[in-house]
Nanobody, 127 residues
Framework: QVQLVESGGGLVQAGGSLRLSCAASGRTFSMYAMGWFRQAPGKEREFVAAITWSAGSLYYADSVKGRFTISRDKAKNTVYLQMNSLKPEDTAVYYC????????????????????WGQGTQVTVSS
């Protein structure tokens, strides 16, 4: 089991910045990647960004490229999402998630590739 605890959400004006954090505990030695998804009211959950734990390979949704940056601190088992130039359409509940190691490489843009999820943190961007 892996436990994920997010923090850092809040209310910000358009053009502003927020940094989300997600601390992992438990079976962290088996982590392959960590990611962020978001879900806006009335919409499906969508991929935002992911990072592979060992190599640090980065993946971003087109909608956030150039504005969001995912990073990790391996010593703290923590992943971050730095969000700059925020837009009202970024308003959503943001979920941290973890994918365990497998014998094959899962597509990190798919929520089906992940095993554990945090409780979510609300990000609201006002216009």
């Amino acid at each position: 089991q892996v436990q994920l605890v997010e923090s850092g959400g809040g209310l910000v004006q358009a053009g502003g910045s927020l940094r989300l954090s997600c601390a992992a505990s438990g079976r962290t030695f088996s982590m392959y990647a960590m990611g962020w998804f978001r879900q806006a009211p009335g919409k499906e959950r969508e991929f935002v960004a992911a990072i592979t734990w060992s190599a640090g390979s980065l993946y971003y949704a087109d909608s956030v490229k150039g504005r969001f940056t995912i990073s990790r601190d391996k010593a703290k088992n923590t992943v971050y999402l730095q969000m700059n130039s925020l837009k009202p359409e970024d308003t959503a509940v943001y979920y941290c998630t973890n994918a365990e190691k497998r014998s094959w490489l899962p597509p990190l843009v798919s929520s089906d590739s992940y095993d554990y999820w945090g409780q979510g943190t609300q990000v609201t961007v006002s216009s």
